[in-house]
């Protein structure tokens, strides 16, 4: 299992920020995957996750509404689409596997992280 973030970087409060996760190594249209975070001094926390055809998804109620997840199985690509920033949403990003039929946290499998601060 290869995952590799990117797109992370400093943002400003109220901006946006797509990341990216391209995977390999697995069968990625079989499988849900996810995004989880961790911030400084706080525990791996799930934001967000999408089943493998792409038509269930799940949020953290501390994102809904701003972060979209979405996949693309014919690039073995993952993205996340965050708006409305906030500084509280400042974290390593990680993409992660999941199993066939579900997204089980902590994740098994995930990537080195993209880092995304939302500051002035």
């Known amino acids: 299992v290869h995952l590799v973030e990117s797109g992370g970087g400093l943002v400003q409060p109220g901006g946006s920020r797509r990341l990216s996760c391209a995977a390999s190594?697995?069968?990625?249209?079989?499988?849900?995957m996810a995004w989880v975070r961790q911030a400084p001094g706080k525990e791996l926390e799930s934001v967000s996750s999408?089943?493998?055809?792409?038509?269930?998804?799940h949020y953290a109620d501390s994102v809904k509404g701003r972060f979209t997840i979405s996949r693309d199985n014919a690039k073995n690509t993952l993205y996340l689409d965050m708006n409305s920033l906030k500084t509280e949403d400042t974290a390593m990003y990680y993409c992660?596997?999941?199993?066939?039929?579900?997204?089980?946290?902590?994740?098994?499998?995930r990537g080195q992280g993209t880092q995304v601060t939302v500051s002035l």
């Open positions: 190594g697995f069968t990625f249209s079989n499988h849900y």
């Open positions: 992660a596997k999941g199993d066939t039929f579900y997204y089980s946290h902590p994740p098994t499998a």
């Open positions: 999408i089943s493998s055809g792409g038509s269930t998804t």
